[in-house]
């Protein structure tokens, strides 16, 4: 399972901690954070220059044909005689009882 990212703050802490010498695993215990996130902050902060959050890396995906349809649907009424469906409430000949999805 996968954790929440730290806050700028801490982030900027191991930067800083990095910055005076101080190494991972000292710095992983002062912090109570893995010595593994330790390293990757500072790796993603040489490369980026930044302990801000980054954009995802990638195009995002685009939705399936079935998940397409569910964007945009629209809702069936049922109408007040409880046994026609019809697209748009204003075509019932009774009002509406509620939306069916």
């Known amino acids: 399972m996968r954790s929440k990212e730290l806050f700028v703050d801490r982030r900027d802490r191991i930067v800083s901690r990095h910055r005076s010498g101080e190494g991972y695993q000292k710095m992983s215990a002062a912090?109570?954070?893995?010595k593994?996130?330790?390293a990757s902050i500072i790796l993603i902060w040489k490369k980026f220059g930044t302990t801000k959050n980054l954009p995802r890396a990638g195009h995002p995906a685009k939705l399936s044909n079935r998940?397409?349809?569910h964007s945009d649907r629209t809702p069936e009424f049922l109408c007040g005689d409880g046994k026609t469906f019809q697209k748009d409430n204003h075509h019932c000949s009774t009002p509406p009882?509620?939306?069916l999805w």
């Not at 912090?31 to 893995?34: P, S």
């Open 31 to 34: 912090l109570k954070v893995l």
């Open 36 to 38: 593994n996130t330790v």
């Open 67 to 69: 998940g397409e349809g």
């Open 97 to 99: 009882i509620r939306p």
